[in-house]
Every structure is written in structure tokens, then in C-alpha cells.
T-cell receptor, first 112, second 115 residues
Framework: DSGVTQTPKHLITATGQRVTLRCSPRSGDLSVYWYQQSLDQGLQFLIQYYNGEERAKGNILERFSAQQFPDLHSELNLSSLELGDSALYFC???????????FGSGTRLTVV | GNSVTQMEGPVTLSEEAFLTINCTYTATGYPSLFWYVQYPGEGLQLLLKATKADDKGSNKGFEATYRKETTSFHLEKGSVQVSDSAVYFCALSSSSGGGADGLTFGKGTHLIIQP
């Protein structure tokens, strides 16, 4: 157990739908990062939050949004889902810049 | 922008063989460098890291040295085991200030160790 908890582990939904992925960071970590892993794109950085505030944005689509709550857990919202959104979505947390991340075990999203 | 290039796999070796997985990077400033490992069905785990030039990161028999002159961070292990079979990712973190430090990953190298 890495200390980063992601739910659900698996999600199957239809095109056009909206889903929410949840992440609880490791205790004491203030930064939360979201990544998308697919076979063709590899690991793509989506977004970073630090203590409730957005700090960095990567290749995140406008249909996707995220937030970090006062208890530091984070949610990634994916809407108007397309087949191409099928991927593994990882959350990671970190205590600070340059320390490396601790990853959760991921949510496998399948859009049918 | 930042980028990481690592050798494509799969890389297949026999047990006890010497391992090298090449990684080169492009980045502005002075990035921190990392190797992560992903076992089947799991998330990525930090294997080792180096935060400045000439630093050597090491863990579980794996080593990598931060070479600024060649912008490289090659992963090595002297004698691999079947349990080392996994996907290995090279990554860099280049802080853009304000606590923003999204990691940039290479595409990953699938390592297969045969008994």
C-alpha cells in the first residue's frame, strides 16, 4: 500500500457520460497530481494541485476538470466521454518539489 | 519544452545478466531526475532519484548517475532477477516556480527477465 488511495479501481461507462475519480493523498503530502496513461500517449501529466490551489496544468482537455478539497483529497471530473478517453488514470502525491511522487494504483476507465 | 527519451522495449535478458536502460533528457534549468518502476496491475513506484549533476541514485541494486554533460541518466544493474521484470520509466522534474513541478516521463521500457 503506497498510501495514496484511488477509487474506484475500475469504471465502465458509455460515451457522452460524466464520471468522477477520487484520490486521497498520502498523509502529510500537500501536492496532488493527475496523470493519464494510455498505450499510444504514454504517461501524460494532466494537472497539479497544492494545498487546494491549482499549480500546474499539463495536457488536460477542456472536458476534464479537477479540484482539491480542504481535507486535501482530490477529484478528477471527466465529462462528455469519448472512446479515446479510455485509459488508466493515476493520482500521485508529494511532500514538495524535487522529492518525487507516490503513486496510487490507478483507476482503469473504459468508455464503451 | 521538457522531454525524456528512453530506449524502446521490450528488453529481454537472462537472469544474472547486466542491465542498462538508456535515458536522455532535454530540459531548461537544473532538473531532478527519477527512475520509476511499474509492475503489472500496479501504480508507479519510485526506484531512485538524483537532484544535481554527478549525483548517483541507487536502490535495490539499481544505479543511475546524473550526467549533465551528456544529459543522461542511464539505469544499470549488475545482475538482474526474474522479479525485476517490469516497465521502467525515466522522468524529470523541472520546477517552474510556485511549487509547480509536473513530472515529464519517457515512454517506458518493458524489461523481461527469463530464468
Amino acid at each position: 500500500d503506497s498510501g495514496v488511495t484511488q477509487t474506484p479501481k475500475h469504471l465502465i461507462t458509455a460515451t457522452g457520460q460524466r464520471v468522477t475519480l477520487r484520490c486521497s493523498p498520502r498523509s502529510g503530502d500537500l501536492s496532488v497530481y493527475w496523470y493519464q496513461q494510455s498505450l499510444d500517449q504514454g504517461l501524460q501529466f494532466l494537472i497539479q494541485y497544492y494545498n487546494g490551489e491549482e499549480r500546474a496544468k499539463g495536457n488536460i482537455l477542456e472536458r476534464f476538470s479537477a479540484q482539491q478539497f480542504p481535507d486535501l483529497h482530490s477529484e478528477l471530473n471527466l465529462s462528455s466521454l469519448e472512446l479515446g478517453d479510455s485509459a488508466l488514470y493515476f493520482c500521485a502525491s508529494s511532500v514538495g518539489v524535487g522529492y518525487g511522487y507516490t503513486f496510487g494504483s490507478g483507476t482503469r476507465l473504459t468508455v464503451v | 519544452g521538457n522531454s525524456v527519451t528512453q530506449m524502446e522495449g521490450p528488453v529481454t535478458l537472462s537472469e544474472e545478466a547486466f542491465l542498462t536502460i538508456n535515458c536522455t533528457y532535454t530540459a531548461t534549468g537544473y532538473p531532478s531526475l527519477f527512475w520509476y518502476v511499474q509492475y503489472p496491475g500496479e501504480g508507479l513506484q519510485l526506484l531512485l532519484k538524483a537532484t544535481k549533476a554527478d549525483d548517483k541514485g541507487s536502490n535495490k541494486g539499481f544505479e543511475a548517475t546524473y550526467r549533465k554533460e551528456t544529459t543522461s541518466f542511464h539505469l544499470e544493474k549488475g545482475s538482474v532477477q526474474v522479479s525485476d521484470s517490469a516497465v521502467y520509466f525515466c522522468a524529470l522534474s523541472s520546477s517552474s516556480g510556485g511549487g509547480a513541478d509536473g513530472l515529464t516521463f519517457g515512454k517506458g521500457t518493458h524489461l523481461i527477465i527469463q530464468p
